[in-house]
């Protein structure tokens, strides 16, 4: 199970930090990653993380986000800084496993709920 926390509203240029609880199986073992989803369109990746600690980004987020995990914690996160108000949407924790980070959704099995995020300008 992923519990995803930390969304919340924010004004452009803010700064928000996402958590992900991963219960009943050690997050290490797996590739981890940060989506996004507006109404109607599809999810798009943002940040992932190999169990190895490789990260991968998107073009549009890179020097703004950064993904980290602390495995004692079974636990991953997202810092997002500088916020734009086309972020807004509905961020989701997946993982899988397999090899290498992907920002791919097909390559993922485990989903949470969402958490929202919301930048207002």
């Known amino acids: 199970q992923l519990v995803e926390s930390g969304g919340g509203s924010v004004q452009a240029g803010g700064s928000l930090r996402l958590s992900c609880v991963a219960s009943?199986?050690?997050?290490?073992?797996?590739?981890m990653g940060w989506f996004r989803q507006t109404p109607g369109n599809e999810g798009e990746g943002v940040a992932s993380?190999?169990?190895?600690?490789?990260?991968v980004y998107p073009d549009f987020v890179l020097g703004r986000f950064t993904i980290s995990r602390d495995n004692a914690k079974n636990s991953l996160y997202l810092q997002m800084d500088s916020l734009k108000p086309e972020e807004t949407a509905m961020y989701y924790c997946?993982?899988?496993?397999?090899?290498?980070?992907?920002?791919?959704?097909?390559?993922?099995?485990?989903w949470g709920q969402g958490t929202q995020v919301t930048v207002s300008s």
């Open positions: 997946a993982a899988a496993y397999g090899v290498g980070a992907s920002l791919r959704v097909p390559t993922y099995k485990f």
């Open positions: 009943d199986y050690p997050s290490n073992i797996y590739r």
């Open positions: 993380l190999d169990s190895a600690g490789s990260t």
